[in-house]
């Protein structure tokens, strides 16, 4: 069964201060790994999209890197507009289904 | 601009109602889901549909059904509303490289 878990839950920073959140997964085939960003009240915000091991994609202060086992989405310089819950998710090709796994999210509070 | 529109934003509807839930996607995506959303749980796939007239069960199809006559249309049906399935509903679509949302149906059910 396809696992997806991030860490941490909950995360607090400093504008300007850097960081990392963790997405750790399970899935039998990897079609794609998925980044979003929620914003209270509103669906998901497509980020990023990585398909491969020691992939990365960059938007504005973001940056997602990919390895067999897990992925990191890492902010540089935050600012508190930054501030929301990141989701990531997996797509599994195993048997042709497309089904998308996500994780729990981590809520992201940037302070000026 | 791709785009995923739910009908309604705000529902309030009686135990024991029948509830649709309806979804409308603009890029001719094969792929459409139905989530629900809760806090702590995140988001949990109710059911999900890759051709018209073809669907799966998700992790939590209890309770629910869901229609997909035409491709671009994916409904979500509460047969008999309960309180238990107040929630944050979302709907998404996908391609191979990408999948969009749309806002969110906030129901509650009385």
């Known amino acids: 069964e396809d696992q997806v878990t991030q860490s941490p839950e909950a995360l607090r920073l400093q504008e300007g201060e850097s960081s990392s959140l963790n997405c750790s997964y399970t899935?039998?085939?990897?079609?794609?790994l998925f980044w979003y960003r929620q914003d209270p009240g509103k669906g998901p915000e497509f980020l990023f999209t990585l398909y491969s091991a020691g992939e990365e994609k960059e938007k504005e202060r973001l940056k997602a890197t990919l390895t067999k086992k897990e992925s990191f989405l890492h902010i540089t310089a935050p600012k508190p507009e930054d501030s929301a819950t990141y989701l990531c998710?997996?797509?599994?090709?195993?048997?042709?289904?497309?089904?998308?796994?996500f994780g729990k999210g981590t809520k992201l509070t940037v302070n000026p | 601009d791709v785009k995923v529109t739910q009908s309604s934003r705000y529902l309030v509807k009686r135990t024991g109602e029948k509830v649709f839930l309806e979804c409308v996607q603009d890029m001719d995506h094969e792929n459409m889901f139905w989530y629900r959303q809760d806090p702590g749980l995140g988001l949990r796939l109710i059911y999900f549909s890759y051709d018209v007239k073809m669907k799966e069960k998700g992790d939590i199809p209890e309770g629910y059904s869901v229609s997909r006559e035409k491709k671009e249309r994916f409904s979500l049906i509460l047969e008999s509303a309960s309180t238990n399935q107040t929630s944050m509903y979302l709907c998404a679509s996908s391609s191979p490289t990408r999948a969009f949302f749309g806002q969110g149906t906030r129901l509650t059910v009385v």
């Open positions: 899935v039998s085939g990897l079609r794609g």
């Open positions: 998710a997996v797509q599994d090709h195993q048997g042709g289904s497309e089904k998308l796994v």
